[in-house]
């Protein structure tokens, strides 16, 4: 029998990381009573499970490549009532959820699934996945700046992990250049786009 954790990022509520959480704020209910046990195992044909008072069932995998635009928080809520990129798949039968995010003034690929399981090996730190972000700055850092971005810089949420840097083009008439950091998350605190505005 699956771990209660196991069983919830299976189902699609969120990571397995997350799903503890939820675990232990008193969310998930198995047989009617309240659940904060992280070790705690579930028959899935026999138990009923539930997250905020709905039955929690497993269903068909879902895997979304999609294109973040500007202007949307990576959440599956938001207290401010922001757009959110799970507004924009809002039709799908499934439940889905980000894995990893891009800030909210960020845009590139992100990955959206109800498949807690890949989304915990793609963004727990233990697993060491690399990502990598194109980042558009205002004016051309030189080798001091990409050394201490390369080596880990503190912004307001913690520092961010070792990365490796380099320039890729910059451009005469614009005065931007255009750097690809090969960013290793294996740090709880990761390099994201705020460099680039730490750098700019």
Same mark, same amino acid.
């Given at each position: 029998?699956?771990?209660?954790?196991?069983?919830?990022?299976?189902?699609?509520?969120?990571?397995?990381?997350?799903?503890?959480?939820?675990?232990?704020?008193?969310?998930?209910?198995?047989?009617?009573?309240?659940?904060?046990?992280?070790?705690?195992?579930?028959?899935?044909?026999?138990? +009923?499970?539930?997250?905020?008072?709905?039955?929690?069932?497993?269903?068909? +995998?879902?895997?979304?490549?999609?294109?973040?635009?500007?202007?949307?928080?990576?959440?599956?809520?938001?207290?401010?009532?922001?757009?959110?990129?799970?507004?924009?798949?809002?039709?799908?039968?499934? +439940?889905?959820?980000?894995?990893?995010?891009?800030?909210?003034?960020?845009?590139?690929?992100?990955?959206?699934?109800?498949?807690?399981?890949?989304?915990?090996?793609?963004?727990?730190?233990?697993?060491?996945v690399p990502k990598t972000y194109m980042i558009v700055l205002d004016g051309t850092p030189g080798p001091e700046v990409l050394a201490k971005v390369a080596g880990g810089v503190l912004l307001e949420d913690g520092p961010t992990a070792p990365a490796s840097v380099r320039l890729m083009r910059a451009d005469e008439r614009s005065g931007k250049a255009i750097g690809r950091g090969?960013?290793?998350?294996?740090?709880?605190?990761?390099? +994201?786009?705020?460099?680039?505005?730490?750098?700019?």
């Amino acid at each position: 029998m699956p771990r209660l954790q196991k069983f919830l990022a299976e189902a699609g509520i969120a990571s397995r990381r997350t799903c503890e959480d939820l675990i232990r704020a008193g969310r998930v209910r198995v047989n009617s009573r309240v659940v904060r046990e992280l070790g705690t195992r579930v028959d899935p044909s026999r138990d +009923r499970v539930e997250f905020d008072g709905r039955q929690v069932t497993l269903e068909k +995998r879902v895997y979304i490549m999609l294109y973040k635009p500007r202007g949307y928080v990576t959440t599956a809520r938001d207290p401010q009532g922001r757009p959110k990129v799970t507004d924009l798949v809002a039709d799908l039968p499934q +439940r889905v959820f980000p894995v990893g995010r891009l800030d909210y003034d960020s845009e590139g690929l992100l990955l959206l699934t109800n498949d807690g399981e890949l989304a915990h090996r793609l963004a727990h730190p233990r697993y060491h996945v690399p990502k990598t972000y194109m980042i558009v700055l205002d004016g051309t850092p030189g080798p001091e700046v990409l050394a201490k971005v390369a080596g880990g810089v503190l912004l307001e949420d913690g520092p961010t992990a070792p990365a490796s840097v380099r320039l890729m083009r910059a451009d005469e008439r614009s005065g931007k250049a255009i750097g690809r950091g090969c960013v290793m998350l294996w740090s709880g605190s990761c390099a +994201r786009t705020n460099v680039a505005r730490w750098s700019s």
